[in-house]
């Protein structure tokens, strides 16, 4: 093999330092950019790039001025569960999403299906009281003697008329199963305590 001649020793020379000075100028732009980038977001507000790490993200959804009361109901018609809420009232701003829990157990000594039914006092309440999460949504089988709780998470809509202060959230539980013809020993006398206006 014979020696490359001088003149393309020399271009691939000139050509390696023109790559070196490209890529060094490429280098450089991406480090350009960051400033760059961080400017464009400010004023374009496309993230807040100056905000501090713990800085909380605030909901300015919620209506601090005003407060209403969400009242708890809990009844079971001719189902031997005890079922009732952990608490019997919370007071809320509209707007603000809040989770309570109810209690349930299952007195049989088999497993059993129910599904709770909600309502609501006033009744156009429920036009305004927006549930994220509820064992309402789906059927709950509980085994014998089975505990559990249930949580409901929810917010009221800010567009809840002025007029209204408080709003009561009753839930009925009814056999949900195949078998739902209650036993007489089952039914007790429960099924009265579903009948409190809603």
């Known amino acids: 093999m014979s020696a490359p001649a001088p003149n ?26 960051v400033p760059f980038y961080e400017k464009i977001c400010q004023v374009a507000g496309l993230r807040d790039v100056f905000r501090s790490e713990g800085a909380a993200v ?13 009242e708890f109901d809990a009844n079971t018609q001719r189902l031997a ?15 603000a999403v809040t989770e309570v829990v ?11 299906t129910g599904q709770a039914v909600p309502s ?32 409901v998470r929810f917010y009221v809509d800010r567009k809840l008329p002025a007029g209204v202060h408080t709003i009561t959230l009753s839930y009925s539980f ?3 199963d195949a078998n739902s013809k209650p ?14 206006g809603f």
């Open 8 to 33: 393309v020793v020399a271009a691939n020379r000139q050509l390696l330092k023109k790559l070196l000075v490209v890529s060094a100028l490429m280098f450089g732009f991406g480090f350009a950019l």
């Open 174 to 176: 009814f056999r949900a």
């Open 120 to 151: 609501y006092g006033p009744a156009n309440a429920a036009e305004y009281f927006k549930k994220l999460e509820c064992f309402c949504f789906s059927q709950q089988t509980l085994k014998p003697g089975e505990a559990r709780e249930m949580p």
């Open 58 to 70: 605030q909901n300015t959804q919620v209506d601090a001025s005003r407060t209403v009361n969400i």
């Open 81 to 95: 569960w005890t079922f009732k809420p952990s608490q019997p009232y919370v007071a809320v701003n509209p707007g």
């Open 102 to 112: 109810y209690e349930i157990r299952n007195t049989l000594d088999r497993p059993v």
């Open 183 to 196: 036993r007489s020993a089952e039914t007790g006398d429960r099924a009265g305590t579903a009948r409190r």
